[in-house]
């Protein structure tokens, strides 16, 4: 099974100059829970704007660069070459950027997506999500808090077996 693990502003923004737009401790927990112990795929530029592997995750990164390599990780040279390397027994996790998402949205089986309050000006974004190809199967608000100063919405979008 693919999935997309996402955080997004209302307007689908999801970074500006290879930066994450916030700091919310819940969605960061989300990504944990939803990536733990899993195979996570995302290119490079996310890896580097990650800044290591992250503990408890297997992690390739899509490169054209063949001369790239970091610790922790695994390099591929397309999407394609990516999910060749993995077992499709398990769940596998496209964690991104923007161009990895567009690539994969044909491909994924769920999507998992955070949707922060909020408008934020940027220069990446995640597609649209079509309802003729995938149905909101949950969605769970969370309210702001001390910690998290904006709402947001943790969903799980599940493919129609029919958009295949």
């Known amino acids: 099974m ?43 530029a996310t890896f580097e704007s990650i800044g290591k592997a992250l503990p408890g995750r297997r992690t390739i990164v899509v490169t054209r660069n063949a001369s790239w390599q970091a610790e922790g990780t695994e390099k591929a040279n397309s999407l394609d070459h990516a999910l060749e390397m993995c077992n499709h027994n398990e769940e596998i996790i496209i964690a991104g950027g ?14 998992y997506r955070t949707v922060v309050d909020m408008k934020p000006e940027a220069d990446r974004f995640f597609p649209e999500i079509s309802e003729k190809e995938y149905r909101l199967e949950a969605s ?11 709402d947001m919405r943790f969903e799980v979008w599940e493919r129609n077996d029919a958009s295949r």
């Open 98 to 111: 923007a161009d990895i998402y567009q690539q994969c949205l044909t491909k994924a089986d769920r999507i």
């Open 140 to 150: 769970e608000l969370r309210k702001a808090d001390e910690k998290n100063p904006v």
């Open 2 to 44: 693919i999935s997309i693990v996402v955080a997004c502003g209302t307007n689908n923004a999801i970074g500006k100059d290879n930066r994450l737009l916030w700091h919310l401790p819940a969605d960061l927990q989300f990504f944990k829970k939803t990536t733990l112990g899993k195979t996570m795929i995302m290119g490079r």
